[in-house]
């Protein structure tokens, strides 16, 4: 009985390859537009900012996932009056998501996801400096990927951010790959 265990162990260590404890693990990456209306006393205002965004997630099953989401801002909306020049940016959003999903064919799968956030905003005004904030709230949103080889894939979603006094709307488009 001594010796069975650690033959029992080589063997388990030899089956599980490192292929094997890769299944079900994927990543994907993309471009990120994010649209809000802001609030600015005299009315709203339209902001639209970019960022390139990145997922890793895993399968725990066909039809239940989990996925770790972050994003880092690459296109601020800027606003001139005068000499007076303000501009908005994210500087940053991660996520954490359970996600649903479904097989609609063989290479397409459709999905919905809710989670938790956190982003950080950057507004800085010409000569008064600038100053970020940094909040926490929810995100959900829908989507789809399809697969074009056999562990490449196109995904597309949109995802609402309601964080504190904030409701933005994500859409992404990024291509992954299934490990």
Same mark, same amino acid.
């Given at each position: 009985m001594k010796t069975f265990l650690p033959v029992l162990t080589l063997?388990? !260590?030899? !089956?599980?390859?490192p292929a094997a404890l890769a299944e079900g693990w994927y990543a994907d990456g993309g471009y990120t537009h994010v649209t809000t209306d802001v609030d600015t006393g005299a009315g709203s205002a339209d902001i639209?900012?970019?960022? +390139?965004?990145?997922?890793?997630?895993?399968? +725990?099953?066909?039809?239940?996932?989990?996925?770790?989401?972050?994003?880092?801002?690459?296109?601020?909306?800027s606003a001139t009056q005068g000499a007076v020049t303000a501009s908005l940016g994210l500087n940053y959003l991660v996520g954490a998501y359970g996600k649903a999903q479904i097989p609609v064919a063989e290479n397409i799968n459709l999905f919905a996801r809710a989670? +938790?956030?956190? !982003? %950080? +905003?950057?507004?800085?005004?010409?000569?008064?400096?600038?100053?970020?904030?940094? %909040?926490?709230?929810?995100?959900?949103?829908?989507?789809?990927?399809?697969?074009?080889? %056999?562990?490449?894939?196109?995904?597309?979603?949109?995802?609402?951010?309601?964080? %504190?006094?904030?409701?933005?709307?994500?859409?992404?488009?990024?291509?992954?790959?299934?490990?």
């Open positions: 063997a388990a !260590a030899i !089956a599980v390859s639209d900012l970019g960022a +390139i965004s990145g997922r890793v997630g895993y399968d +725990i099953n066909p039809n239940f996932a989990v996925e770790g989401e972050l994003a880092f801002g690459v296109n601020d909306e989670g +938790i956030v956190n !982003a %950080e +905003i950057e507004a800085e005004v010409t000569g008064l400096g600038s100053a970020s904030d940094s %909040e926490t709230g929810a995100g959900y949103g829908v989507g789809g990927t399809v697969d074009v080889a %056999e562990n490449i894939y196109i995904r597309g979603d949109y995802t609402r951010y309601d964080i %504190e006094d904030v409701e933005a709307d994500a859409f992404t488009i990024g291509v992954g790959v299934k490990f």
